[in-house]
């Protein structure tokens, strides 16, 4: 199976600065056709997951563009500008390149 | 607008079996995929199964001697089934849309499970 790492804590960051998650997989989520199966969820306190990057770089319906996402095969960023008290919550990477589908153990963004 | 809704009894004896309902709305299953996902309390996600838009299903591994998903189109229903069911069981059960190369691009609102005596 794919293992997706991720930290359990960001750093903290300051209302209307920037911040950076981080996740890690064991295996190149990159496909041969190009795509690079990688995607980051939120999960605001109490609610369901909701999607907001797929397929590594493209922000899903809704989301602000606040939100962006970059790496390479096995390495990737989230990032937030202009963090807003909104934001708060899990934040959980995902592949879906192989089954099973797999996703990190969700890093939390503190908020100082 | 895409809705699923998950439905399941919300407490169930150990070693007992359960049945969850995820009723969709909004678009057909014979057009998209139907997953499982459960959260333990204060833990991450970890995906359980899923089936697909024809009707076969795929399972974790860890679990698949355990679980079976299956579907009435007709009624929009999808129904996970999980036996020999134990305290770590307990969790939160979300149902989610996507094909196989798709994101989970809409969620169930949730249904608690626990499993006690």
């Known amino acids: 199976d794919i293992v997706m790492t991720q930290a359990a804590f960001s750093n903290p960051v300051t209302l209307g600065t920037s911040a950076s998650i981080s996740c890690r997989s064991s295996k190149s989520l990159l496909h041969s056709n190009g795509i690079t199966y990688l995607y980051w969820y939120l999960q605001k306190p109490g609610q369901s997951p909701q999607l907001l990057i797929y397929q590594m770089s493209n922000l899903a319906s809704g989301v602000p563009d606040r939100f962006s996402s970059s790496g390479s095969g096995t390495d990737f960023t989230l990032r937030i500008s202009r963090v807003e008290a909104e934001d708060v919550g899990v934040y959980y990477c995902a592949q879906n390149l192989e089954l099973p589908f797999t996703f990190g153990s969700g890093t939390k963004l503190e908020i100082k | 607008q895409v809705q699923l809704k998950e439905s399941g009894p919300g407490l169930v004896a150990p070693s007992q079996s359960l049945s969850i309902t995820c009723t969709v709305s909004g678009f057909s299953l014979t057009s998209y995929g139907v997953h499982w996902v459960r959260q333990p309390p204060g833990k991450g996600l970890e995906w359980l199964g899923v089936i697909w838009a024809g009707g076969s299903t795929n399972y974790n591994s860890a679990l698949m001697s355990r679980l079976s998903i299956s579907k009435d189109n007709s009624k929009s229903q999808v129904f996970l089934k999980m036996n020999s069911l134990q305290t770590d069981d307990t969790a939160m059960y979300y149902c989610?849309?996507?094909?196989?190369?798709?994101?989970?691009?809409?969620w169930g609102q949730g249904t608690t499970l626990t499993v006690s005596s």
């Open positions: 989610a849309r996507a094909n196989r190369y798709d994101p989970f691009d809409y």
